[in-house]
Structures are given as structure tokens and as C-alpha cells.
């Protein structure tokens, strides 16, 4: 088990609503990348947070936003919700100036719109 | 971008037996490839990585090898066991912040 928290662990959503997913980074972690995952698929990447700034961003429109606070914690809010949006998300952490790139994933947040 | 293509979607094996799972990459300045393992209901877990300095490596029964020429990554299992059954991707990554996953193989270990 890796030490990447996220919550909630399932979410039921309408369409048009708002939702923000969170995210706690294992212990000196200072990078968060989100991912969004259907199903079977592999994930694709959204975006990552590097010291609380945005560090790269996937094809994925600016309804999807996210923060990172000093902590390393990170939220991914998405507005708008479309049926599409129906996924597993998924966040990773890494260190950057160790390992650099290894990414370890925390269990997902169940998104489901209807 | 990177497209990353991942082969065969389902693979079923007798315990004891050995998994091959094959990837493609397009774009020769990737330079990471980790596999991740994910079991139901859980997310992926890294299981071994390489980068492109190293042609192989090891770690107990699980082992990739990498052909920068070629552009193609694999990943060996040896000695199956029922454990082992799980959905497994391949990724890469250029700048190590962004990856590109395969779609997964879903791998069955038949006791």
C-alpha cells in the first residue's frame, strides 16, 4: 500500500453539477498528478502540481481545475459534470528530486454522473 | 504526442507458467517506462520500472526489457501464481511529469 490518501471513495453526480475530488500525497511527496481513468482504459493524465503550481497539463478541458496547498495536499475540481465524465480518478505522487518520475497511486475516487 | 500501445488486452496462463506482455511507443525521447498492477477495485501499483540507459532488469520473477531501437518495452513474469492475476499497464514518460499509459492486460493465472 502506498501512503496516497484520497476521498471520497464514491460520488454520485448530476449532470451540470460541480465536484471537487481530494488528495493526500505520501509523506515528501511534493508532486500530485491526476489521472482520469474509464473503464478499461488506462489512465489518462490531466495534470500535475509541482510547490503548488501547475506543472503540465493533458488534453483535458479548463472545466477540469485543480490546486495544490502548502501541505502538498490537492484538490481536482471539475465543473460542469457531463455523463462522459463518469470515471475513476485517480491521483499519484511523486518526489521529484528522487526517483525522478516514479509515481505511486492512491485507490481512486468512483465518479458517477447520470 | 507519445501514443503507447499495449498487447494482448486479455492473457490467460497455467500457474507456474510465464506472462509476456508487449508494449510500443512512438516517440524516441521517452526515456521511463514503469509497469503498474491493478487489482480490482484498487489503483495501479508500481511493480518495476526501467529506464532507457538499461537494456533489462530484474526483480525475483518479474523482469522488463527495453529496445530503444525498436521502440518497444516488455515484461516478463516467471513462475505464475494465482496472486499475479491482475490488470497490468505499461506507461512512458518523456519529461517524467506526463504519462502515457497502454490500454491494460488483463492477465488470469488458472491454478
Known amino acids: 500500500e502506498t501512503g496516497v490518501t484520497q476521498s471520497p471513495t464514491h460520488l454520485i453526480k448530476t449532470r451540470g453539477q460541480q465536484v471537487t475530488l481530494r488528495c493526500s500525497s505520501q509523506?515528501?511527496?511534493?508532486?500530485v498528478s491526476w489521472y482520469q481513468q474509464a473503464l478499461g482504459q488506462g489512465p489518462q493524465f490531466i495534470f500535475q502540481?509541482?510547490?503548488?503550481?501547475?506543472?503540465g497539463r493533458g488534453n483535458f478541458p479548463p472545466r477540469f481545475s485543480g490546486l495544490q496547498f502548502p501541505n502538498y495536499s490537492s484538490e481536482l475540481n471539475v465543473n460542469a459534470l457531463e455523463l462522459d465524465d463518469s470515471a475513476l480518478y485517480l491521483c499519484a505522487s511523486s518526489l521529484e528530486t528522487s526517483n525522478r518520475g516514479t509515481q505511486y497511486f492512491g485507490p481512486g475516487t468512483r465518479l458517477l454522473v447520470l | 504526442g507519445e501514443n503507447v500501445e499495449q498487447h494482448p488486452s486479455t492473457l490467460s496462463v497455467q500457474e507456474g507458467d510465464s506472462a509476456v506482455i508487449k508494449c510500443t511507443y512512438s516517440d524516441s525521447a521517452s526515456n521511463y517506462f514503469p509497469w503498474y498492477k491493478q487489482e480490482l477495485g484498487k489503483g495501479p501499483q508500481l511493480i518495476i520500472d526501467?529506464?532507457?540507459?538499461?537494456g533489462e532488469k530484474k526483480d525475483q520473477r518479474i523482469a522488463v526489457t527495453l529496445n530503444k531501437t525498436a521502440k518497444h518495452f516488455s515484461l516478463h513474469i516467471t513462475e505464475t501464481q494465482p496472486e499475479d492475476s491482475a490488470v497490468y499497464f505499461c506507461?512512458?514518460?518523456?519529461?517524467?511529469?506526463?504519462?502515457?499509459f497502454g490500454t491494460g492486460t488483463s492477465l488470469t493465472v488458472i491454478p
Open positions: 506507461a512512458a514518460s518523456i519529461t517524467g511529469n506526463q504519462f502515457y
Open positions: 526501467i529506464r532507457s540507459n538499461v
Open positions: 502540481y509541482y510547490r503548488e503550481e501547475e506543472n
Open positions: 509523506s515528501g511527496h511534493n508532486t
